[in-house]
């Protein structure tokens, strides 16, 4: 079976760093998405991993570490705008229809 | 811009009747198309894979005959809420999976719509 685990709810301040952590087990890995979601909003893609290591693409971060069944997202440089759900979704090499699995999604909180 | 369109973006229909969804992908060919649908704070919950000339492929737990799945097209997909009840008010969103990187996204990034909100009264 599959199943993803990320924190229900984090906040943070205004200008600061914060990493979210997402742990998955999978019949077989084939990439781990990040998207984020606005209140109301569909989700739109962040980051992709498929290989050990940190993806970087301008404030945002993404690392994996397939040992271990685990991923980060990082964002520096908090803006008010980053409050939103932020969902760690993975592929299964075993399921040929490219489906992804999702999280139960992160909602983090930016304050002043 | 946006890369799939959804229609309706939001439904209200009375108990009994049937709700047709519209999913479009706009600038690549989508062969699989995925419907999800999402309750109030809770994560997306995969309903179907939906495969462009083939039957598509339900979740355990999802009725097939009160969600029809049409993939048509390439590029459109429909779902279709047969005989609603309130139940089934949700807000249902596709996606569409980009298998040629044509986008600049790794390959079979999936792109969402921007979902429609059903309210069954």
């Known amino acids: 079976g599959q199943n993803i685990d990320q924190p229900t709810e984090m906040t943070a301040t205004e200008g600061a760093i914060v990493q979210i952590n997402c742990t998955y087990q999978?019949?077989?890995?084939?990439?781990l998405f990040w998207y984020q979601q606005h209140a109301g909003e569909a989700p739109t893609f962040l980051s992709y991993?498929?290989?050990?290591g940190l993806e970087e693409k301008g404030r945002f971060s993404s690392f994996l570490s397939r040992s271990k069944g685990y991923s980060y997202l990082l964002l520096k440089e908090l803006q008010m705008k980053d409050s939103a759900s932020y969902l760690c979704?993975?592929?299964?090499?075993?399921?040929?229809?490219?489906?992804?699995?999702f999280g139960s999604g992160t909602r983090l909180l930016v304050r002043p | 811009g946006a890369v799939v369109s959804q229609h309706p973006s939001w439904v209200i229909c009375k108990s009994g009747t049937s709700v047709k969804i519209e999913c479009r992908s706009l600038?690549?060919?989508?062969?699989?198309m995925f419907w999800y649908r999402q309750f109030p704070k809770q994560s997306l919950m995969l309903m179907a894979t939906?495969?462009?000339?083939?039957?598509?492929?339900?979740e355990q737990g999802v009725e097939k005959d009160k969600f029809l799945i049409n993939h048509a097209s390439l590029t459109l997909s429909t779902l279709t809420v047969t005989s609603a009840h309130p139940e089934d008010s949700s807000f249902y969103i596709c996606?569409?999976?980009?298998?040629?990187?044509?986008?600049?996204?790794?390959?079979?990034?999936?792109?969402f719509g921007p979902g429609t909100r059903l309210t069954v009264l």
């Open positions: 996606s569409a999976r980009d298998f040629s990187g044509s986008l600049g996204t790794p390959t079979d990034t999936q792109y």
């Open positions: 999978t019949s077989g890995f084939n990439g």
């Open positions: 991993n498929v290989l050990d």
């Open positions: 979704a993975v592929r299964d090499r075993m399921d040929s229809s490219y489906k992804l699995i």
């Open positions: 600038d690549f060919q989508a062969t699989t």
């Open positions: 939906s495969n462009e000339g083939s039957k598509a492929t339900y």
